[in-house]
């Protein structure tokens, strides 16, 4: 991504968490050094970018819940923006960051960013409808309730694969969750900050109301 496409990409994720971020927190005026030495405006904004992001990505019980999965993506990316250091535009790990993110805008908000849609799958239509099958927990089943976080989707997701396999544990959720939290792990999904898996108990939250089988 070149320096005009990650600057539209910030303002794009600041105004899309405006309700989460302190009033005029980017304005950036006051000064900020480090053994003496006077950071950048760039510097500034990355430092204040990854701090916020972390914290309404991972560590507010309260903004977490109030999320829409929009607002969640684009905590992912300031913070991911806020990680980078001066010498990359993006990385691998930033730019999947930042692709989840995009396919969540309409279609006239992603065209700044269409050649890094496209640049990174090279492959033909039928290879991007494989690819975005890659991950089929992370599709809404339209039979559910609205998810209040969004590990919501996949954690039913595999509940009904589980449910599929062996339909037993339908009426044995204290057996069934713990297997939603290890098909979770597996992908990749655990709990705010990425390091412990769930606990069973949570999982239940995501099932109440969920018609499995």
């Given at each position: 991504?070149?320096?005009?496409?990650?600057?539209?990409?910030?303002?794009?994720?600041?105004?899309?968490?405006?309700?989460?971020?302190?009033?005029?927190?980017?304005?950036?005026?006051?000064?900020?050094?480090?053994?003496?030495?006077?950071?950048?405006?760039?510097?500034?904004?990355k430092c204040m970018?990854?701090?916020?992001?972390?914290?309404?990505?991972?560590?507010?019980?309260?903004?977490?819940?109030?999320?829409?999965?929009?607002?969640?993506?684009?905590?992912?990316?300031?913070?991911?923006?806020?990680?980078?250091?001066?010498?990359?535009?993006?990385?691998?790990?930033?730019?999947?960051?930042?692709?989840?993110?995009?396919?969540?805008?309409?279609?006239?908000?992603?065209?700044?960013?269409?050649?890094?849609?496209?640049?990174?799958?090279?492959?033909?239509?039928?290879?991007?409808?494989?690819?975005?099958?890659?991950?089929?927990?992370?599709?809404?089943?339209?039979?559910?309730?609205?998810?209040?976080?969004?590990?919501?989707?996949?954690?039913?997701?595999?509940?009904?694969?589980?449910?599929?396999?062996?339909?037993?544990?339908?009426?044995?959720?204290?057996?069934?969750?713990?297997?939603?939290?290890?098909?979770?792990?597996?992908?990749?999904?655990?709990?705010?900050?990425?390091?412990?898996?769930?606990?069973?108990?949570?999982?239940?939250?995501?099932l109440t109301n969920?018609?499995?089988?």
């Open positions: 991504m070149d320096s005009k496409s990650i600057e539209f990409l910030r303002k794009l994720v600041i105004n899309e968490l405006k309700e989460f971020l302190p009033k005029g927190c980017f304005k950036l005026e006051a000064e900020l050094s480090v053994n003496g030495k006077e950071f950048s405006w760039d510097e500034k904004w970018a990854a701090m916020l992001g972390n914290r309404i990505c991972y560590e507010s019980d309260c903004n977490i819940i109030n999320l829409t999965p929009k607002q969640y993506a684009a905590s992912k990316v300031l913070y991911a923006l806020g990680n980078l250091t001066e010498s990359e535009e993006t990385t691998t790990e930033a730019e999947e960051v930042i692709k989840d993110y995009l396919h969540l805008l309409p279609e006239q908000e992603k065209e700044p960013f269409v050649s890094l849609l496209k640049s990174n799958r090279k492959q033909s239509d039928s290879q991007v409808i494989l690819s975005e099958n890659i991950k089929p927990w992370l599709k809404p089943d339209p039979r559910d309730p609205q998810p209040e976080q969004p590990w919501y989707t996949p954690a039913r997701y595999f509940a009904r694969q589980l449910v599929n396999e062996d339909s037993t544990l339908l009426t044995k959720r204290d057996i069934l969750t713990p297997k939603v939290v290890q098909h979770l792990t597996k992908v990749g999904i655990k709990k705010r900050g990425g390091i412990k898996p769930f606990d069973p108990g949570t999982i239940k939250k995501a969920v018609i499995l089988g």
